[in-house]
C-alpha cells in the first residue's frame, strides 16, 4: 500500500491505514443488480488492497437455490465485468472465494434466520470472524420490515461482549414521510441508531467528501461563503442515460424520489451547513440536520398547494430524441414503464435557507435523465462587483466569479474570474483557474460503495444519513409530492438529450437569472 501511495509525492500520507476487523457481511437480495455491480466488486477491491480483516467472509442470501460454488462462479463473473481495476487476480481470488458462502432464503420464514444463525457460527468457528457481523439489505424495499423483524426474532441483531452488529439499509428509505418514519421505527425497535447505516452512495463519492475540506481546511473560502458575498448556488445531476431496466422501480419513484429527497438534499446540506464542532459522526450528521430544518417549507394550505408548489418546483419527462448521436426511446415507451406514466424524469426546485447565513440566497437544484451531458456538479455563483468600473471597455456584462465543485465526472474545482486579454486595450474575458484529481493526485478514486463499506465495516457513521435526517429531507419534498399527484402534467415535456422543460428555465429566470450552460 505504502509504495502506491507514495507513487505521487501529493499522495504521501494522504489516507491513513484504516483497516477493517475480522468480519462476515450478509447480503440480502444477493441475486440483485446491486451485488454483482457494486458490492462485490467493492469488497473484492478491499480485499485487494488489503483493508479487510483476516477471514472476512460473505454470506449472499437470497430466494433462488444455489450451490455456494455456483454463487462464487456468478461473483467472479461479476468482478471480472464490473470491477475497474482490471481482471480477476486468481491467487487473491481463491482467497476471496473461500469466504464467499450462499444461503437460499424465504425471507418470511423465520427457520431460515435460524439457518443462517447456525452458517455465521459455522464461519466464526471455522474463519474467525468474531462475532462479527454486518447485514446489507438490498432487497426490494417491501421486505425490509419482515427482515428486521425476523433478525431481531432472532436474535441476530444482538452481539456478544467484544462484538458487533450493525445494519446497512440501502435507498430508498421509504416512498415518503410516513413510510419513512415507519421504517425508522421498525429498524429501531431492533437495533439501536448507532448500528444503523442508512446508505447514500452520493456521500461515499471523493468529490462530495472533499466539499468539507475545501470549506473547512482552507481560510480563504469560508469567509465568502455567505449570503454577503454570494448571490445563488444551483446544484445540477444530469444524466444522459435514461431508466434503462428500472421501469419497474423508476415508475414509482421519479427524479424527486429517487435523487432530489436524498442525493441532492445531502449536497446542499454539504455545502450550507455551519462548521461542525468536531469530525466526529453525530457533530457533522447534528450540523446536516440543522441546515435542512432550516430550509423554507413550501406553504401547505390545501387551497393554495399547487400554486405555491408551482412557484418553487418544476417536473419533467423526456420523449424520443437523440442523445449521443443515437436516436433514444421516449420514457413512456421504456420497458416496465405505463404508456401514460406521469412519472417525472426531470425535477428542479428552488430552496431557500431562512437562517443568517442564507438568508434570500435560492439554491437551485436540479436532476434530470436522458440530457445531453452527464455532469454532477455544485455552482456557487458570487455577487457581482459593486461598482462597474470596466463598463466602457468590457464585451457586454462582465460574468460574476464562480467557484465550481465537479462532482463528476472530470472530478475538480474551477474557479471562474474575470481577466484582462493581453493587448493594448482593456478587454475582459472570463478564464478558469484549474484544480483536477485526475491531473494532480494521478490516480482514480475510490468507488463510493468500498469507502461506505469500509466505513461500516470500521463502525464510521459519519458519511451515512441518521434517521432524522432522512425524515427532514422527506419532509421538504412532501408538499411537492403531493400537488403533484393532484395535477396531470403535460408529458412528455422535454426531448431527449435537451436540457428539460422550459418551465425549468423559467423557474430560474423569472429570478432574473439562468441555468449554467454545461
Ligand atoms: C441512484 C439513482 O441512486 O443514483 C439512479 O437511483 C441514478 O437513478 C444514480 O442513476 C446516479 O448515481 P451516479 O453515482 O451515477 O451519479
Known sequence: MKATLSENPLREGLRLQRVAEPCAVVIFGASGDLTKRKLVPALYSLAQQNLLGEGFSIVGAARTPMAHDTFRAAMRNAVNQFYEGGPVDPTLWENFAAGLFYLPMDYKNQENYHMLAGLLAQIDRERGTCG?????????????????????????????????????????????????????????????????????????????????????????????????????????????????????????????????????????????????????????????????????????????????????????????????????????????????????????????????????????????????????????????????????????PLEPNTLILRIQPDEGISLKFEAKLPGQAIHIRPVNMDFQYGTSFGKKSPEAYERLLLDAMLGDSTLFARGDMVEVSWQLVMPILKAWQQTTPQFPNYEAGTWGPKEADELIQKDGRRWRRL
Open 132 to 396: 462479527n457481523r454486518l447485514f446489507y439489505l438490498s432487497t426490494p424495499p417491501s421486505l425490509y420490515t419482515d427482515i428486521i423483524q425476523m433478525l431481531g426474532a432472532t436474535g441476530l441483531n444482538r452481539s456478544n461482549p467484544g462484538s458487533w452488529v450493525r445494519i446497512i439499509i440501502e435507498k430508498p428509505i421509504g416512498y415518503d414521510l410516513e413510510s419513512a418514519r415507519a421504517l425508522n421505527r421498525e429498524v429501531l425497535k431492533v437495533f439501536t441508531e448507532d448500528q444503523v447505516y442508512r446508505i447514500d452512495h452520493y456521500l461515499g463519492k471523493e468529490t462530495v467528501q472533499n466539499i468539507m475540506v475545501l470549506r473547512f481546511a482552507n481560510g480563504i473560502f469560508e469567509p465568502l461563503w455567505n449570503r454577503r458575498y454570494i448571490d445563488h448556488i444551483q446544484i445540477t445531476a444530469a444524466e444522459t442515460i435514461g431508466v434503462e431496466n428500472r421501469g419497474g422501480y423508476y415508475e414509482q419513484a421519479g427524479a424527486l424520489r429517487d435523487m432530489i429527497q436524498n442525493h441532492m438534499l445531502q449536497l446542499l446540506a454539504l455545502v450550507a451547513m455551519e462548521p461542525p464542532i468536531s469530525l466526529k459522526a453525530n457533530d457533522v450528521r447534528d450540523e446536516k440536520t440543522k441546515v435542512l430544518r432550516a430550509v423554507r417549507p413550501i406553504p401547505t394550505d390545501p387551497e393554495h398547494l399547487i400554486q405555491e408548489v408551482n412557484k418553487v418546483a418544476v417536473r419533467g419527462q423526456y420523449g424520443e430524441g437523440s442523445v449521443g448521436g443515437q436516436r433514444v426511446k421516449g420514457y413512456r415507451q421504456e420497458e416496465n414503464v405505463n404508456p401514460e406514466s406521469n412519472t417525472e424524469t426531470y425535477a428542479a426546485v428552488k430552496f431557500l435557507i431562512d437562517n443568517w447565513r442564507w438568508a434570500e440566497v435560492p439554491f437551485y437544484v436540479r436532476a434530470g435523465k436522458r440530457l445531453p451531458k452527464r455532469v454532477t456538479e455544485i455552482a456557487i455563483q458570487f455577487r457581482q462587483v459593486p461598482h462597474l468600473l470596466f463598463k466602457n471597455t468590457a464585451e457586454g
